[in-house]
C-alpha cells in the first residue's frame, strides 16, 4: 500500500492543519501506522502513532496538541495539529512497517510563520 500525506501549508502561530495521509489501497491489514516529521538538516522524528486494538501514542511535542485518527473505509489516517508553533515547522510523512519492510509515505511541507 503506497501512502500519501497532503494538507500542509503555510499557517500562522496558533492555528490549525488536518493533515490526511491516503492509502493506494486499503489500509485495514496495517495494524499501525504512524506520522513523523523532518526538519531540514536533522533526523525524522516520531510524533504520533495509532495501532488497531490498542490505541494511540504521541511524542512530547505533540500530545495535548495532535490527534491521530484512522478511516479505513476512506483509506486514510489523518493528523489534525491544533496551535501550531514555529517549531512545529518541518515536513511530515506517514510510515508503516509490514513484514519487516519499511514504507513511507511522501511528505508534505507545514510551514509556521511567528
Known amino acids: 500500500v503506497q501512502l500519501q500525506a497532503s494538507g500542509g501549508g503555510l499557517v500562522q502561530t496558533g492555528g490549525s492543519l488536518n493533515l490526511p495521509c491516503s492509502g493506494s489501497e486499503s489500509i485495514s491489514s496495517i495494524n499501525i501506522i504512524s506520522w513523523f516529521r523532518q526538519v531540514q538538516g536533522k533526523e525524522r522524528e516520531l510524533v504520533a502513532t495509532i495501532s488497531t486494538g490498542v490505541g494511540t501514542h504521541y511524542k512530547d511535542p505533540a500530545k495535548g496538541r495532535f490527534t491521530i485518527s484512522r478511516d479505513d473505509v476512506k483509506n486514510t489516517v489523518y493528523l489534525w495539529m491544533t496551535n501550531l508553533r514555529p517549531d512545529d515547522t518541518a515536513v511530515y510523512y506517514c510510515?508503516?512497517?509490514?513484514?519487516?519492510?519499511?514504507?513511507w509515505g511522501q511528505g508534505t511541507q507545514v510551514t509556521v510563520s511567528s
Open positions: 510510515y508503516y512497517r509490514l513484514r519487516g519492510q519499511d514504507y
